[in-house]
């Protein structure tokens, strides 16, 4: 497979984020839906918070079981809680420093929607590598597969992204979706780049562990807004919603050999 093939699979397997942005500027959507909206990126990043701390620690818990190589174990698992302690410590620093540095007046779903696209940015960073590595060591049909189950997985959380900003006012501008949809599916294509390049898997260790990190901590945020709606049933529809999708897309690539 050529270099630009390559490079066309992570493009189209980012760019299905977009799908799920014009969510954000709806008008005057119901109470429910927002919280249905909220809940159902929570349940969304709790899948990937399962998928990729699995993902993770799968070549660490492969060393414990062997015991060979006890340096290489040492490294992964310091890769592994590093980059869990970076991704969900650093964010709340990220925030403080922003937001001495900006209105105070900007609206607070806007920055948690930059949050949210940060996280599954560094998710989808890992996936890229993951399609990167694949074609370059020949896995064709790997690579194709994995596409196609990333980019089902991509339209999902795009809604994640929007819907701490259905119904906010002043509504998010054209330009600012798009920031949001690049941050959060943009990095599909980098790590396809990186994983063409060469292929680490300390490097998807540190990457899924950073995931990991953002994803707990954005998910904290995440609950604290639905739980203000006192609507506790309909949280609980909007999470098992997400979940079920995470798992249903998640499905189609086992079912389909990768």
Known sequence: MS??????????????????????????????????????????????LWDVLSAAWEPIDALLADGSDPSLLLLNGFLFAAGIAVGLLSIPLFQRLAQRSQDVSDPAPRRLALLIAIGIGLHNMAEGLAIGQSAATGQIALATVLVVGFALHNATEGFGIVAPLAGTAPRPSWSFLLLLALIG?????????IGWTFVSEQLSILFLSLAAGSIIYVVIQLLGVVARARRAQLVGYGVFIGLLAGFVTDGILVAAGA
Do not use: E, H, W, Y
Not at 8 to 22: C, D, E, K, S, W
Not at 185 to 193: A, E, H, M, N, Q
């Open 3 to 48: 270099f630009g093939a390559v490079l066309l699979l992570g493009v189209v397997a980012g760019a299905t984020i977009l799908l799920g942005m014009p969510f954000g500027r709806l008008r005057s959507p119901s109470q429910g839906l927002r919280v249905m909206l909220s809940a159902g990126a929570v349940g969304v990043l709790l899948f990937l």
């Open 185 to 193: 599916g943009g990095p599909t294509f980098v790590g396809t780049l």
